[in-house]
């Protein structure tokens, strides 16, 4: 099986990350804005979407997993 995740908006991003994963300033340096697609892996690997690649541009800790399913109601896949 490969590598699965859960996708969701940049403003959805911007309401489960905490300061001490990767700083809101830092998402908005890198291009994350509210209409934003971005994913995470099971891994906790956050990925924005450009138009022609995904982009690793930080990770989650902790308890991530349940704080993207309680945010967007999506499973990894």
Same mark, same amino acid.
């Given at each position: 099986? #490969?590598?699965?995740?859960?996708?969701?908006?940049?403003?959805?991003?911007?309401?489960?990350?905490?300061? *001490? %994963?990767?700083?809101?300033? %830092?998402?908005?340096?890198?291009?994350? &804005?509210?209409?934003?697609?971005?994913?995470?892996?099971? *891994?906790?690997?956050? *990925?924005?979407?450009? &138009?022609?690649?995904?982009?690793?541009?930080? #990770?989650?800790?902790?308890?991530? &997993? %349940?704080?993207?399913?309680?945010?967007?109601?999506?499973?990894?896949?």
């Amino acid at each position: 099986m #490969g590598t699965t995740f859960i996708e969701l908006s940049g403003g959805a991003l911007l309401r489960v990350v905490s300061d *001490e %994963e990767i700083p809101i300033d %830092e998402l908005r340096r890198l291009g994350v &804005a509210d209409d934003s697609l971005v994913r995470v892996n099971a *891994e906790g690997d956050v *990925e924005l979407r450009r &138009a022609d690649r995904w982009d690793v541009i930080g #990770g989650l800790l902790g308890d991530f &997993a %349940e704080r993207l399913r309680r945010e967007t109601g999506r499973e990894f896949v």
